[in-house]
């Protein structure tokens, strides 16, 4: 296991005085309003290894993403380029770069698990059973996945998934739970039904309130009375035609990290709401009080706070749809860029429930934006892809900044938005490094 020590932590505590710590010239004691001084200016230039050319707009405590660590890593079977977060569930995500594709391959998708696994025996996989059943459940049945296959229409659909937590890593001070960097996202094609049509077949009660799961895999205790996880979604959202049961991936059988034979899929809201190895669909007539539903688990605070502050369980909100957020997916962070050439430069960009409606790139953190090409989403919940190319006035280090705007009007934060204990929902502005030379 490799570990590089980054300076994420000294920039949080005090950034003035890291941009001062950097390697290079003494620096005076000349106090920065805002942005580097001259001698922090030299000394982060040193570390860069070339000049800023924009650094008059490079706001004070700004780590450069060329400069920020990497977290300790390891590789996972089947999942190549990934890096691994945790081997205890099994928790890995995507670097920006390897989401490039269009539609993403199962090999490309991040992995996020509450519990360990279930093996599978797939010659028995006829006898799998999902049953529907709840409070709020009309006729209580249970089906196969033949049954499922055969009684209801199936759709393909491209829908996005990311976790809730992706981002994590930037807030300070640091959140219990995976550091995500920003690669606990993808968008693969799903094939199944609605889930609307299944409810429909079995019923809802006038008193619905929320539809929830329950699945296969084990708590890490191993105590088999217990559950890792069992969330769920208001009525409104599992009836939308989005909503699934799938049990394929881009046209394949599900991938066993990925929910095999059978899954949930509630595109747009925190990827926790979307279970895998599913058994069990509850129709309750209240809000659903599984594990990971209580609590703060997957929730913020009602209000904002001030960083650190202990929020009490009754003050916090549970997380519904997701906020509008993009990533630069080529070229790589840290390329080398001569001089005079034009840099293609494309991503994705996804909002939630919504959908996005602009997105522009920056070149002198933020003081500026270039309107860069959407294409629209190839089905509603898919992510959205941009792409641009960007003309350098002179060599030096340069961040290439993504900033999407949804179709409300919401747009993503230059910075870090408010903090809250969990480290949920960072969609600050994606950032990349580029050396321009000669």
């Not at 590089?4 to 010239?25: E, F, S």
């Not at 380029?81 to 081997?87: A, E, P, S, T």
């Not at 606990?184 to 799903?190: K, L, R, S, T, V």
Request: proline share 8%; charged share 20%.
């Amino acid at each position: 296991m490799k570990h590089k020590q980054g300076i994420r932590q000294p920039y949080a505590q005090n950034p003035v005085t890291t941009d001062h710590w950097l390697p290079g010239p003494e620096a005076n004691t000349t106090t920065r309003r805002g942005f580097l001084s001259k001698s922090s200016l030299i000394a982060m230039s040193v570390a860069l290894g070339t000049t800023i050319p924009f650094a008059k707009f490079m706001p004070a405590g700004l780590i450069p993403i060329a400069l920020a660590e990497t977290d300790s890593a390891l590789e996972q079977a089947g999942k190549d380029g990934l890096i691994v977060l945790n081997d205890r569930p099994i928790n890995a995500e995507t670097p920006a770069h390897l989401l490039d594709d269009k539609i993403t391959p199962a090999t490309r998708l991040f992995v996020r698990n509450n519990g360990i696994p279930p093996v599978i025996d797939q010659t028995a996989i006829h006898q799998w059973k999902v049953d529907i059943e709840g409070e709020s459940c009309v006729s209580p049945k249970a089906y196969s996945i033949d049954e499922l296959k055969t009684k209801f229409e199936a759709q393909t659909l491209q829908l996005q998934m990311e976790c809730g937590g992706n981002g994590r890593s930037e807030y300070y001070p640091p959140a219990k739970g995976n550091q995500w960097t920003n690669g606990a996202i993808g968008c693969p094609e799903w094939t199944g039904i609605r889930l609307a049509d299944v409810l429909a077949d079995c019923g809802i009660k006038d008193d619905a309130v929320y539809v929830a799961y329950e699945s296969a895999d084990k708590h890490l205790s191993g105590d088999p009375t217990k559950l890792p996880i069992s969330r769920g979604v208001p009525v409104h959202k599992a009836m939308e035609s989005e909503s699934m049961l799938v049990w394929a991936m881009n046209g394949e059988p599900l991938p066993a990290l990925h929910g095999y034979p059978l899954r949930l899929i509630c595109a747009g809201w925190p990827g926790s709401v979307s279970g895998k190895w599913l058994t069990k669909i509850l129709v309750r007539n209240q809000l659903h009080d599984g594990p990971k539903m209580t609590g703060q688990s997957y929730r913020i605070p009602c209000k904002p706070v001030a960083p650190g502050t202990a929020v009490a369980d009754d003050d916090m909100c549970i997380i519904e749809s997701m906020p509008v957020k993009s990533i630069v997916t080529f070229p790589k962070s840290g390329i080398s860029h001569n001089l005079g050439e034009s840099l293609a430069i494309r991503g994705h960009a996804w909002a939630g429930d919504q959908s996005v409606s602009e997105l522009h790139t920056s070149i002198d953190f933020g003081a500026t934006w270039q309107t860069a090409i959407l294409d629209k989403p190839v089905n509603r919940l898919a992510w959205q892809h941009w792409h641009s190319s960007i003309h350098f006035p002179e060599p030096g280090y340069y961040e290439i900044w993504a900033r999407a705007v949804d179709q409300n009007g919401s747009s993503q934060p230059m910075v870090l938005p408010g903090w809250n204990p969990r480290g949920y929902l960072n969609n600050a502005c994606h950032r990349i490094a580029v050396k321009v030379m000669v």
